[in-house]
């Protein structure tokens, strides 16, 4: 049994990895990559060095190069996120497995819970990438126009569920080109984010042909789809606008158009903006309808890259060009053992689109429930006790926003309920600085907040001594700014029988105005004191004291 170190000259996978040199020998290699998805390549290895340790490739970037006859090597760069150590070999190797994975997938390993207020899509993901220290990625062909969204919350996700969740939402896609030593991510909305295979023309030919390069199965395939995508919101500063948008298909088969998808809430409040996410969605549908299978043996085949169909049997495939969506890599290189080179193979299996039309991503990642309240702390600029907008809204530092900074700017305005709201008439009382309120989401969306009541706490105890003044209940306000516990308004009621009371404290004034009739019946005393003067006015009738 030979232990000669064997080298990577004349093969067909050859690797660059952090322990430079031929320490490790790549045996075979497979896995996938596709539009909006992590590749995932699973790489086997051989070395004569039987003591690796997994902190010398963990996380560390690998390059796989893929022999193309005539050609520039096809590279393939991840880091390692999985290292296994087997078994030696008959010929006294030790065997190793990688698994390789774009930078992106280190967001699956973080989560969090925050809130993003007044930035679009694409400038959130500038945050998370630069957090997540990703630097290798580019805006490429994003034609849409992404507003600024008020308020945006990541409640209890990765940072990958969270962007990918806003990518589907606004049509972006993604997928990941590859060099020498590095992967860049690409992010795009349009068909003039995908580029050009290194292979821009390929030919379909049958296995039997002998034709070295070539697809060798193709199949396309056809789906019965929706034919209108509705969307409904609903906008409380504007309650009587409709805002529903409607996005038919341009698909001509007119059997499609008679089934319609329809959603509430669009996630919406504006009606430019639910023309856009209706035409997101059917585009998301349309996606589908159209869908290439087949199997090749072109290395250059990667996903988000273009090809024509230059030469096929039958005509009407020719010519056309397709956007690979997904492709699955498989390739074994046993030279390392000798007198193996017809052992030596790659090939690949994949999907591919028509590249006129531009890829949606599906909604896999869906928007988090909060399925129940939660209590935060009502918050303003410093000063303020009382802080709210013309709806008497108020803004709240949730107790699981870890950045948030307690102030103003810690939450959207956020709606608060009361007992009655008519026209000018109902009920109102505003949550102050300091309480605790609790929080309602509706539909469970974090990104819509909805204040249903104040509850006590240990800062902020009940205006009546509990359990000793159990059966007192009332309304005790705070004079503001500055008041303190001895300036107040305030109606109280002390159920305790024998000793019922209904209580009325003016801090200052007191005015009542009767329009009509006004009857006071004293059963009982009546004591009056007044400690400086008193008018009393009958303007028109009579005064009787009897």
């Known amino acids: 049994m030979s232990t000669e170190a064997p080298v990577q000259t004349d093969r067909l996978l050859t690797l660059t990895t952090p322990l430079g040199g031929d320490v490790l020998i790549a045996t075979a290699f497979s896995g996938m990559e596709g539009l ?16 690796i340790t997994p902190d010398s490739l963990l996380g560390k970037p690998i390059t796989v190069a893929i022999a193309r006859p005539g050609a520039d090597p096809r590279y393939i760069n991840g880091i390692v996120i999985s290292f296994m150590a087997a078994d030696k070999t008959v010929d006294g190797m030790r065997r190793y497995e990688a698994v390789l994975a774009p930078k992106f997938w280190l967001l699956t390993r973080t989560a969090d819970c925050r809130i993003f207020q007044n930035q679009s899509v694409t400038q959130i993901a500038d945050t998370l990438f630069s957090d997540g220290g990703i630097t290798d990625y580019q805006k490429q062909g994003l034609t849409g126009s992404h507003p600024s969204r008020d308020y945006c919350v990541q409640y209890r996700e990765t940072d990958f569920e969270f962007l990918t969740r806003l990518f589907a939402e606004e049509g972006i896609y993604y997928y990941f080109q590859h060099t020498n030593g590095k992967h860049t991510l690409i992010l795009s909305d349009s068909t003039a984010g995908y580029t050009d295979c290194a292979d821009k023309s390929v030919q379909h030919a049958q296995p039997q042909s002998g034709e070295t390069v070539a697809v060798q199965r193709w199949e396309s395939s056809y789906h019965f789809e929706s034919g209108k995508t509705t969307l409904d919101d609903y906008n409380f500063e504007q309650p009587t606008t409709d805002l529903t948008s409607t996005t038919s298909t ?11 998808i329809y959603d509430y809430p669009g996630d919406y409040t504006k009606k430019d903006d639910g023309t ?21 043996n072109y290395a250059s085949f990667q996903a988000g890259s273009k090809f024509t169909m230059a030469k096929h049997e039958v005509a009407a495939e020719q010519g056309k060009p397709y956007v690979l969506s997904t492709v699955t890599h498989q390739a074994q290189d046993p030279t390392h053992i000798g007198n193996q080179t017809k052992n030596v193979v790659y090939s690949n299996s994949f999907t591919a689109l028509p590249a006129t039309v ?9 928007r988090p429930l909060i399925p129940g309240p939660h209590t935060a702390t009502v918050v303003g600029p410093s000063g303020e006790e009382i802080y709210c907008d013309k709806y008497g809204r108020v803004r709240v530092q949730f107790h699981w926003d870890r950045l948030g900074t307690n102030d103003e700017k810690s939450s959207c305005w956020i709606r608060v309920s009361q007992g009655m709201a008519g026209n000018s008439w109902g009920a109102l009382f505003t ?57 107040f308004n305030e109606l109280r009621f002390d159920d305790k029988k024998g ?22 019946n004293v059963k009982h005393d009546q004591i009056i004191t007044i400690t400086n003067n008193r008018t009393e006015t009958v303007s028109e009738g009579n005064e009787t004291v009897t």
């Open 499 to 520: 000793a019922e009371l209904i209580y009325m404290h003016a801090q200052k004034d007191q005015t009542r105005d009767v329009e009509n009739d006004d009857t006071l």
């Open 36 to 51: 909006s998805q992590l590749f995932r390549f699973t790489l086997s290895m051989v070395s004569t060095n039987t003591a």
């Open 250 to 260: 341009v698909l001509t088969n007119s059997a499609f158009k008679s089934w319609e």
């Open 358 to 366: 531009a890829y949606r991503p599906p909604p896999v990642t869906r």
């Open 431 to 487: 949550p102050r600085v300091g309480m605790e309120v609790v929080v309602s989401f509706l539909e469970g969306d974090p990104d819509r907040p909805l204040i249903t009541g104040c509850v006590y706490n240990a800062t902020n105890m009940p205006p009546y001594t509990q359990p000793d003044n159990k059966t007192q209940s009332g309304l005790k306000t705070r004079s503001t700014t500055g008041g303190d516990a001895t300036t």
């Open 276 to 296: 856009s996410t209706s035409r997101v969605r059917m585009e998301a549908v349309e996606a589908t309808y159209s869908v290439v299978r087949g199997e090749a």
